[in-house]
C-alpha cells in the first residue's frame, strides 16, 4: 500500500496522474505528515540529481515567506472588495471589457506559474486561485492606485511560487548542521572533525571518505 | 648496445608494474584490501564522485597525481559554494571562498605499510571480510568486498574495487541494520591519464593566493606536543592516555594511536587529541578547559560521524568519530580523571 502510494507520489511529480488522482492524492498528502515527508524527500532528491540544490537551504525564509502569505488574504481582501465595488460604479461597457482583461490574466497567470514550477501543481494553483482577482488592477490602468496596489500581490505570486509548500520544507532543516543550538560551538565540532578526518582515520582504509567528509560538510556552513 | 639495455630495463619495469596492477582472480579479501591501499598512494587518477549522507547529495571532483615530491590530491565541489581540499605531502589546507577555515601542516597521514602493518590481520578479530562477486562502477569491472563488524561498536563496509588495480571506486558503510549511513560513488574516472605539473601548479596557485591574503583565510593550527604509539607500546598501559585522563573502557580492538596537543584557531585554546582506532575506524577524543558559554553535552551525527559531549572536572571532552553512537558513549562516559578513583 505504502509502496503504491509512494509510486504515485513520483507519478504525480512527474504529471502522469489524471486530475481525480491528482486530487485524491494530494488531499491525502495534506493530511499524512508520513507522506509529507516523502514528498519532500523526492522533490529535493530531483533537485539533488538536477543538481539544482541551492548553495544553501534556507529553511526560515521558506517559513517566513510562507507565514507571510498565509496572512496576506486578509491584507488583500478589502482591497478586492473595494475593487469590485469600484468596477460595479463603471459603465457596463467597460465592466464587460476590464471582465474580460480580469479573465485574460488570470489564464496568463496560471500559465506563467505553471512554468515556473511545473512540478509543482498544489502550490502554482493555490497562488492562482487565491490572487487572482487582485489581479484586476493591472487591466486598469487608468485607476493608477489601484493598479499599484494591485500589483503587488501580483509579484508576491511570482516570488512566492517556487517557494515549496510548507510541508516539503519540514524536513530539509534537520541534518543541515549538528543541531546544538549553539553556532559556536558548531564551529568548533566542524574544526574537531576537520582534524579527526585528517588526522586520524586510518588513511587508504575508507579511500576519499575523509576527506570527502571535510568538503561534503563545508556545504552546511 | 646500450639503447637495447634500456630497452630491457623498459621492459621488466612493465612487466612488474603489470604483475603489479593485473587483476588477480586468487587473491584473498585480505590481499585485496594491501592492493586497495597501494592503489590509494601510487596511482595517477583524475574522477568525479558523489558523496551522498543523510539527505545531502554533494558531487566532487578529484585528481591525484604522485610526482619526485609526493602526492597531491586536490577535491573540489562541483555543487554549493566551492569548497576546497587541497592535500600536498603533509599540508592539508582547506579553502572555503570568503571564509577562514583553518588548515594543517606537519602532520603526515599515514602511510600504507605504517596502516597495513597494523592491520588487516588483527582487523580479522572484529570485522568478517567477505569477497562477493564482480560489479561494474563508473563503467569498470569491481571487485565487492564485504566488510561487517562483529559488535555493534563499529559500522559494516561494502567495497567495491577497481578489478584491475585495487582503486575504491564506491563505499558504503552501514549500520547494523545495513542501511547506508555514508556513500561515495565515482561516477568517471581516468587512470595514469593525469597531466602532473598542472594539478600542481594549481595547488602551487591557490597556495599562493592563500598566502597573498586573498579571499581565503589560512590558519594554522600548531602541534606543540605529538606522540605516536606502535601498537604494542600501547596496549599494556592502553587505557592511561594521559597525566590527568584514562579511559576504562574501549570497545575490544580500539587502542590509543596517537596523542596530540594544539591551539585551537577559533579560541586560542589548548587542545589535547586523542586518536584511537581499531586499524579501520577511529575516533577522535578531544580535551579543553570548558567554556562556562559555551558547552556541548549529548550526542549529534552527521553522515557516519557520531558525536559526544560532557563536560568532566573543568573540562570539556568531546568524541568524534565514523563509529555507531553506542561506540562514542561507551568511551565518553569510561573517560576518568585522576582524581577519581
Same mark, same amino acid.
Given at each position: 500500500?505504502?509502496?503504491?502510494?509512494?509510486?504515485?507520489?513520483?507519478?504525480?511529480?512527474?504529471?502522469?496522474?489524471?486530475?481525480?488522482?491528482?486530487?485524491?492524492?494530494?488531499?491525502?498528502?495534506?493530511?499524512?505528515?508520513?507522506?509529507?515527508?516523502?514528498?519532500?524527500?523526492?522533490?529535493?532528491?530531483?533537485? &539533488?540529481?538536477?543538481?539544482?540544490?541551492?548553495?544553501?537551504?534556507?529553511?526560515?525564509?521558506?517559513?517566513?515567506?510562507?507565514?507571510?502569505?498565509?496572512?496576506?488574504?486578509?491584507? #488583500?481582501?478589502?482591497?478586492?472588495? &473595494?475593487?469590485?465595488?469600484?468596477?460595479?460604479?463603471?459603465?457596463?461597457?467597460?465592466?464587460?471589457?476590464?471582465?474580460?482583461?480580469?479573465?485574460?490574466?488570470?489564464?496568463? #497567470? %496560471?500559465?506563467?506559474?505553471?512554468?515556473?514550477?511545473?512540478?509543482?501543481?498544489?502550490?502554482?494553483?493555490?497562488?492562482? &486561485?487565491?490572487?487572482?482577482?487582485?489581479?484586476?488592477?493591472?487591466?486598469?490602468?487608468?485607476?493608477?492606485?489601484?493598479?499599484?496596489?494591485?500589483?503587488?500581490?501580483?509579484?508576491?505570486? #511570482?516570488?512566492?511560487?517556487?517557494?515549496?509548500?510548507?510541508?516539503?520544507?519540514?524536513?530539509?532543516?534537520?541534518?543541515?548542521?549538528?543541531?546544538?543550538?549553539?553556532? &559556536?560551538?558548531?564551529?568548533?565540532?566542524?574544526?574537531?572533525?576537520?582534524?579527526?578526518?585528517?588526522?586520524?582515520?586510518?588513511?587508504?582504509?575508507?579511500?576519499?571518505?575523509?576527506? %570527502?567528509?571535510?568538503?561534503?560538510?563545508?556545504?552546511?556552513? | 648496445?646500450?639503447?637495447?639495455?634500456?630497452?630491457?630495463? =623498459?621492459?621488466?619495469?612493465?612487466?612488474?608494474?603489470?604483475?603489479?596492477?593485473?587483476?588477480?582472480?586468487?587473491?584473498?579479501?585480505?590481499?585485496?584490501?594491501?592492493?586497495?591501499?597501494?592503489?590509494?598512494?601510487?596511482?595517477?587518477?583524475?574522477?568525479? =564522485?558523489?558523496?551522498?549522507?543523510?539527505?545531502?547529495?554533494?558531487?566532487?571532483?578529484?585528481?591525484?597525481?604522485?610526482?619526485?615530491?609526493?602526492?597531491?590530491?586536490?577535491? /573540489?565541489?562541483?555543487?554549493?559554494?566551492?569548497?576546497?581540499?587541497?592535500?600536498?605531502?603533509?599540508?592539508?589546507?582547506?579553502?572555503?571562498?570568503?571564509?577562514?577555515?583553518?588548515?594543517?601542516?606537519?602532520?603526515?597521514?599515514?602511510?600504507?605499510?605504517?596502516?597495513?602493518?597494523?592491520?588487516?590481520?588483527?582487523?580479522?578479530?572484529?570485522?568478517?571480510?567477505?569477497?562477493?562477486?564482480?560489479?561494474?562502477?563508473?563503467?569498470?569491472?569491481?571487485?565487492?568486498?564485504?566488510?561487517?563488524?562483529?559488535?555493534?561498536?563499529?559500522?559494516?563496509?561494502?567495497?567495491?574495487?577497481?578489478?584491475?588495480?585495487?582503486?575504491?571506486?564506491?563505499?558504503?558503510?552501514?549500520?547494523?541494520?545495513?542501511?547506508?549511513?555514508?556513500?561515495?560513488? =565515482?561516477? !568517471? /574516472?581516468?587512470?595514469?591519464?593525469?597531466?602532473?605539473?598542472?594539478?600542481?601548479?594549481?595547488?602551487?596557485?591557490?597556495?599562493?593566493?592563500?598566502?597573498?591574503?586573498?579571499?581565503?583565510?589560512?590558519?594554522?593550527?600548531?602541534?606543540?606536543?605529538?606522540?605516536?604509539?606502535?601498537?604494542?607500546?600501547?596496549?599494556?598501559?592502553?587505557?592511561?592516555?594521559?597525566? !590527568?585522563?584514562? /579511559?576504562?573502557?574501549?570497545?575490544?580492538?580500539?587502542?590509543?594511536? !596517537?596523542?596530540?596537543?594544539?591551539?585551537?584557531?577559533?579560541?586560542?585554546?589548548?587542545?589535547?587529541?586523542?586518536?584511537?582506532?581499531?586499524?579501520?575506524?577511529?575516533?577522535?577524543? =578531544?580535551?579543553?578547559?570548558?567554556?562556562?558559554?559555551?558547552?556541548?553535552?549529548?550526542?549529534?551525527?552527521?553522515?557516519?560521524?557520531?558525536?559526544?559531549?560532557? /563536560?568532566?572536572?573543568?573540562?570539556?571532552?568531546?568524541?568524534?568519530?565514523?563509529?555507531?553512537?553506542?561506540?562514542?558513549?561507551?568511551?565518553?562516559?569510561?573517560?576518568?580523571?585522576?582524581?577519581?578513583?
Amino acid at each position: 500500500m505504502n509502496i503504491s502510494i509512494e509510486e504515485q507520489i513520483s507519478a504525480l511529480m512527474d504529471g502522469e496522474l489524471s486530475d481525480t488522482e491528482t486530487h485524491n492524492l494530494i488531499s491525502t498528502l495534506q493530511h499524512d505528515p508520513e507522506l509529507k515527508k516523502v514528498w519532500g524527500s523526492y522533490h529535493l532528491i530531483r533537485a &539533488a540529481i538536477h543538481n539544482d540544490l541551492p548553495d544553501k537551504l534556507e529553511q526560515d525564509v521558506a517559513r517566513n515567506v510562507i507565514n507571510a502569505l498565509a496572512s496576506e488574504p486578509t491584507v #488583500l481582501a478589502p482591497r478586492s472588495v &473595494a475593487l469590485e465595488s469600484k468596477l460595479r460604479s463603471l459603465s457596463p461597457a467597460f465592466r464587460q471589457i476590464a471582465g474580460l482583461a480580469v479573465a485574460a490574466s488570470v489564464t496568463a #497567470l %496560471a500559465i506563467l506559474s505553471v512554468q515556473t514550477l511545473p512540478q509543482d501543481p498544489l502550490s502554482s494553483s493555490v497562488q492562482v &486561485a487565491s490572487f487572482a482577482p487582485a489581479n484586476t488592477g493591472s487591466a486598469i490602468p487608468t485607476e493608477g492606485a489601484y493598479s499599484q496596489a494591485a500589483i503587488t500581490p501580483v509579484e508576491n505570486v #511570482l516570488i512566492t511560487t517556487p517557494v515549496a509548500p510548507a510541508f516539503l520544507t519540514e524536513n530539509i532543516q534537520t541534518d543541515q548542521h549538528w543541531d546544538l543550538g549553539d553556532p &559556536a560551538f558548531e564551529a568548533k565540532l566542524n574544526t574537531y572533525l576537520n582534524n579527526h578526518n585528517h588526522y586520524s582515520v586510518p588513511a587508504d582504509m575508507q579511500g576519499v571518505l575523509p576527506h %570527502a567528509r571535510m568538503v561534503g560538510y563545508g556545504q552546511d556552513q | 648496445m646500450r639503447s637495447w639495455k634500456n630497452y630491457g630495463i =623498459f621492459a621488466a619495469l612493465c612487466l612488474t608494474t603489470a604483475q603489479l596492477w593485473a587483476g588477480d582472480p586468487s587473491l584473498t579479501a585480505h590481499e585485496w584490501l594491501q592492493k586497495m591501499s597501494r592503489a590509494a598512494h601510487e596511482l595517477d587518477y583524475e574522477g568525479t =564522485f558523489v558523496y551522498l549522507r543523510d539527505k545531502h547529495m554533494v558531487a566532487m571532483q578529484i585528481t591525484h597525481v604522485v610526482d619526485e615530491r609526493g602526492e597531491h590530491e586536490r577535491l /573540489i565541489s562541483l555543487s554549493g559554494p566551492g569548497h576546497e581540499v587541497v592535500l600536498s605531502n603533509n599540508s592539508m589546507t582547506s579553502l572555503l571562498p570568503g571564509q577562514s577555515v583553518p588548515s594543517a601542516n606537519g602532520k603526515p597521514r599515514k602511510s600504507f605499510p605504517e596502516a597495513l602493518s597494523e592491520g588487516v590481520g588483527q582487523l580479522e578479530n572484529y570485522y568478517n571480510f567477505t569477497l562477493l562477486g564482480k560489479q561494474r562502477v563508473a563503467g569498470r569491472l569491481t571487485q565487492r568486498i564485504n566488510v561487517k563488524p562483529k559488535d555493534s561498536y563499529r559500522y559494516g563496509y561494502r567495497l567495491w574495487l577497481d578489478d584491475s588495480n585495487g582503486l575504491l571506486l564506491k563505499a558504503d558503510m552501514v549500520n547494523e541494520q545495513g542501511v547506508p549511513v555514508e556513500q561515495v560513488m =565515482f561516477t !568517471e /574516472i581516468s587512470l595514469n591519464d593525469v597531466s602532473a605539473a598542472e594539478v600542481v601548479g594549481s595547488i602551487a596557485k591557490h597556495t599562493k593566493q592563500e598566502d597573498s591574503g586573498s579571499s581565503v583565510e589560512k590558519a594554522e593550527i600548531a602541534l606543540s606536543e605529538k606522540q605516536e604509539f606502535a601498537p604494542e607500546d600501547s596496549q599494556p598501559d592502553r587505557k592511561r592516555v594521559s597525566d !590527568e585522563w584514562r /579511559i576504562t573502557e574501549l570497545p575490544e580492538g580500539f587502542r590509543l594511536a !596517537e596523542r596530540n596537543k594544539y591551539i585551537m584557531p577559533e579560541s586560542r585554546m589548548p587542545v589535547e587529541h586523542l586518536v584511537l582506532t581499531d586499524g579501520l575506524a577511529s575516533v577522535s577524543v =578531544f580535551i579543553e578547559k570548558s567554556d562556562p558559554q559555551d558547552k556541548f553535552t549529548g550526542t549529534s551525527h552527521r553522515g557516519a560521524v557520531n558525536v559526544y559531549g560532557m /563536560i568532566s572536572h573543568g573540562h570539556q571532552i568531546t568524541l568524534v568519530g565514523e563509529v555507531p553512537v553506542a561506540a562514542v558513549q561507551l568511551i565518553g562516559q569510561s573517560i576518568k580523571h585522576q582524581s577519581e578513583p
